[in-house]
């Protein structure tokens, strides 16, 4: 039963004002609030306590449909069509209508703070100089970026920027790559350094609206600039956790054209970039006045670093590993909130490894591959060269002192070299986990996220393919990763965590937050192309990639990087009701990223969402290019422009209905 407009009001703004909630889009949300004050009706302050009015109850999404022809401008740019319902006690239910609000398309001219303007997603060289795109004779311009990926929302403690008129909030955003030059036939994936920009955002404290005052660019050059950062995440002590994917293959990146013109373009010429100062994790801190310092931790792997998760002991680190060949790694910090030294750890999957939902869980025990401190592995990147590590030869060389291996998407045959395990497993650190025995099984192992209440942890399997099915080259027999065959729109895996557990030397691992076992949460389903061209069943996951759980929502979001849907979606799957609601569509041919939950950011709850690559047409896209591209080039700057911003609810269709 509809409460009458009146009470409907009154009681909206006692919840709005009472309980961390979505923020609130445009003037409308501004005006309502601000017309209820004295008396009785007095809305508390934003950040007062639930309990104080309401209790903050159980959180649910509505599905949206997924777009279609019918409607090609939905298909076209972002397209909210779910409902956020929040049970608030005796009160009843509010549903807020959400939507989505960028700060800005890449490409797009911001204030930087000092007076003048900055090209958002702008690339800059080594001396933080722009790098121009020449491709185009008469139109020279900055590189800019069409992938906008991790994202962190945060506070400092004594923020001040000039400008800023409520709170002083920062989004750290980082730049995966730009897909082409301006040309559209030159491809720069990977030959560019990857930017991070820092976001200065005014919060509106009656409305919880995020008003982009200041874009700062990170100052790279104290970590020989970065290399391809994916997903990103926010540590318990509020820094942003970076990445650098598909770390460079140091014994042939001489001759390898991607990494030579990533050198050129940033430190001006083809041979200075080191291979193993790439493929590390960085972490970034802002400062109060909305600037940053970045630092690079050499500790924790050279591998193909995702999205990773501190765990709440905030010393154990769960790691994504994105790459053909890849594995479960984790790094046990020596001291809370310090990530420069600890234990690097990789897993073993026992038997019965499955991708069936319903199936037993496999598993794991942990391989110990060394301790360091971040100085002296970044010491060593300085001082050796990879034939001093270890021989690798892409030919079986009939030696018995060689190992075959498969890493990488690739057959090996490896020797270390005396004395190099440090090396090996902090520089190569795939080429070791795979000399050690661990289970370097997986394909595209992309983000993960922690449930803390259920000591649960998610991972995403973009998809499971080549190395992780039986008979194929890449499967490496009793790796315990074997699937009868290919599930190529992936899945999403759950991993038990607990403390009291040894390394398979018997040596003891020093976290109480270790996976011990692993098992399908969720798959997609392969399909044959359907009338618009999706390959694999649109009303389930496909190609998951960014993760992020919300411990006050008790919700799992998924973010899609797939090929087999035409449109991309942002999904939200409740753990204890085990509903999965689609709740945005990407543009079609982009992907979802930048993915980031925020229970509570001064009495606000916030879903960050960018996308990256709007229109890059595959296979799958043969029914709708031709009508979506000319929406998909009017839309994002003629496909090189890509959205950075969040998800809102709009006040004018929230309704609260009594219990």
């Given at each position: ?12 703004l006692r ?10 889009a ?5 005006s309502?609030?601000?017309?209820c ?16 009015v ?9 599905s949206?449909?997924?777009p ?7 298909m ?40 003048g ?29 069409d ?25 750290v ?12 036939k030159?491809?720069m ?6 930017p ?12 919880g ?6 874009y ?15 997903g990103?995440?926010?540590?318990p ?61 050499y ?29 479960y790694?984790?790094?046990?910090a ?22 069936d ?5 496999a598993p ?7 301790s ?14 990879p ?24 057959v ?42 259920d000591k ?34 992936g ?18 691992i ?8 692993l ?25 998951p ?14 973010g ?6 035409v ?16 709740v ?11 993915l ?26 043969n ?6 591209d ?8 003629d ?21």
């Open positions: 039963m509809n409460p009458t407009p009146e009470l409907s009001r009154r009681r909206l919840m709005l004002g009472s309980a961390p909630m979505l923020p609130l445009g003037a409308a949300g501004a309502l609030l601000s017309a004050s004295g008396g009785d009706d007095a809305m508390p302050s934003a950040a007062a306590p639930a309990a104080s309401a209790t903050l109850g159980a959180v649910s999404f509505s949206m449909a997924a279609t022809l019918a409607a090609p401008a939905a076209a740019t972002t397209t909210v069509g779910s409902t956020m319902s929040v049970n608030v006690g005796d009160a009843g239910r509010l549903d807020f209508k959400l939507a989505y609000q960028p700060f800005f398309i890449t490409g797009d001219l911001v204030a930087n703070g000092s007076g303007t900055t090209l958002a997603g702008g690339y800059y060289d080594i001396r933080n100089q722009p790098i121009i795109d020449s491709t185009v004779p008469g139109k020279e311009r900055q590189f800019f970026s992938a906008p990926d991790g994202t962190s929302l945060l506070t400092v403690p004594n923020a001040s920027v000039a400008g800023v008129k409520g709170k002083p909030v920062f989004a955003v980082q730049f995966e790559y730009a897909t082409h030059a301006q040309d559209g030159t491809g994936y990977g030959r560019l350094p990857s991070i920009g820092v976001l200065t955002l005014d919060q509106d404290q009656a409305t609206k995020l008003t982009l005052v200041k700062h660019n990170v100052d790279t050059s104290s970590v020989e600039g970065l290399w391809i950062t994916c990103a995440s926010l540590s002590w509020g820094t942003h956790l970076s990445s650098e994917e598909y770390e460079p293959n140091a014994f042939t990146a001489a001759g390898d054209a991607q990494f030579r013109a990533f050198s050129k373009h940033l430190y001006g010429n083809e041979t200075t970039a080191n291979p193993y100062n790439y493929g590390h994790l960085p972490e970034v801190t802002v400062n109060p006045d909305g600037t940053a310092s970045i630092k690079k931790h500790c924790m792997g050279r591998i193909s670093h995702e999205l990773v998760q501190v765990m709440p002991d905030e010393r154990t680190v769960l790691m994504g590993d994105d790459a053909t060949n890849s594995g790694f984790v790094f046990v020596d001291k809370e909130r310090d990530l420069s030294a600890g234990t690097l750890y990789v897993a073993k999957v026992g038997a019965g490894f499955s991708l939902p319903n199936g037993a869980a794991l025990t942990w391989i110990r591959l060394g360091a401190t971040s100085n002296e592995i970044r010491a060593l990147a300085a001082s050796v060269k034939l001093d590590i270890m021989d690798v030869r892409s030919a079986d060389p009939l030696d018995p002192g060689f190992t075959k291996v498969a890493v990488n998407g690739a090996e045959w490896i020797k270390l070299k005396p004395r190099m395990e440090k090396a090996a497993a902090f520089l190569e650190t795939h080429r070791y986990a795979a000399l050690a025995g661990a289970s370097l099984g997986f394909t595209k192992m992309e983000g993960t996220t922690v449930n803390a209440r649960i942890a998610y991972s995403a399997l973009q998809n499971c393919q080549s190395a992780m099915v039986a008979g194929n080259a890449l499967n490496v027999p009793g790796n315990g990763v074997s699937i009868p065959k290919a599930l190529n729109a899945a999403v895996m759950a991993l038990k965590l607990a403390g009291g557990q040894k390394d398979t030397a018997g040596g003891t020093a976290s109480e937050w270790m996976p011990i076992d098992k399908a949460l969720l798959t997609g389903e392969d399909i044959a192309a359907d009338a618009l061209g999706n390959t694999a069943n649109p009303d389930r996951i496909a190609n990639d960014n993760l992020k759980f919300s411990e006050k929502m008790r919700t799992l979001f998924i899609e990087d797939s090929g087999q849907h449109n991309n979606f942002l999904w939200a799957y409740n753990v204890d009701t085990k509903l999965l609601s689609r945005m569509s990407i543009p079609a041919g982009g992907e979802s990223t930048g980031h939950a925020v229970d509570e950011l001064n009495g606000w709850t916030y879903i960050m969402s960018n996308f990256q690559h709007a229109g890059d047409w595959g296979g799958i896209h029914v709708v290019k031709a009508t979506l000319p929406l998909v080039r009017a839309n994002y700057k496909k090189f422009g890509a959205a950075v911003g969040y998800l809102t609810a709009e006040l004018s269709q929230t309704r609260l209905t009594r219990a």
